[in-house]
């Protein structure tokens, strides 16, 4: 299925719940968790067929500040935030239940050109930098590499790999800096506006409680409103542990 114009996002979540993996079709090999490439196929009448990126839990490596094995259920958390808010563009992603491996993530597959990505272009001519910069401030990105923002063939963005999401601790590790100490855009107010009156026992929250835990969700709340104050500014690089390595 091709994220094409008329893309429907909940289409595709409801696709990838229901249709069977089929197929595992290869190892990502430079990932640090276990992720598949998986064909999911099935359908009455004529056949549906998806690729999609698989991530189980049982694959999930051990870190010493994350829990083990809620790797999958944050990629899935920050989907639904990006979902909510309008932006950036997160492939829909889904907790999959049955599959080879056990429960995990299950994220719409991205054909997109490896050469594009944050490190090969001006990311300060392009509106959707400053809205993925900001989104990683929201979730508490610990983990935003050059490599995890996809380029597809229309020239949109998608961004990937969100196990490292949601700590209570400060985590934020990005590439993208090119916009510290700049103000809350305009223009994403009413969507954080929005998102901050939902996660106060809204849809939002409702839907997050199931993968993140209740202090996570609270501090989550608690990064929206500090956003929407009037003095709040895009943060500084803290020090060199602030840019992931490699950093694409």
Request: hydrophobic letters at 40%; aromatic letters at 8%.
């Amino acid at each position: 299925m091709d994220p094409g114009p008329s893309f429907d996002p909940v289409a595709v979540e409801a696709a990838l719940r229901r249709l069977p993996i089929v197929e595992l079709k290869g190892l990502f090999r430079r990932s640090s968790n276990y992720t598949f490439l998986v064909e999911l196929r099935g359908g009455c009448g004529p056949p549906e067929r998806l690729l999609a990126v698989y991530k189980p839990a049982r694959g999930e490596s051990p870190l010493w500040d994350f829990p083990t094995g809620t790797l999958y259920r944050r990629e899935v958390a920050a989907y639904l935030l990006a979902r909510y808010l309008g932006w950036p563009r997160v492939p829909p992603t889904v907790v999959k239940e049955q599959a080879p491996h056990g429960v995990g993530a299950l994220q719409l597959f991205v054909d997109a050109r490896p050469e594009l990505h944050h490190l090969s272009s001006d990311g300060r001519r392009n509106p959707v930098w400053m809205e993925i910069a900001l989104f990683d401030v929201l979730a508490n990105n610990a983990d935003r590499k050059a490599g995890h923002c996809l380029t597809d063939d229309r020239g949109r963005v998608w961004i990937i790999d969100h196990g490292l999401t949601f700590h209570v601790e400060p985590k934020l590790r990005t590439v993208i800096w090119d916009f510290a100490g700049r103000p809350l855009p305009r223009r994403l107010r009413p969507d954080l506006e929005r998102a901050a009156g939902s996660l106060e026992g809204g849809e939002l929250a409702q839907a997050l409680s199931e993968l993140i835990d209740r202090d996570e969700l609270d501090m989550l709340r608690q990064r929206v409103n500090t956003i929407l104050k009037p003095a709040w500014r895009m943060p500084h690089p803290t020090s060199a542990w602030s840019v992931p390595w490699p950093p694409v």
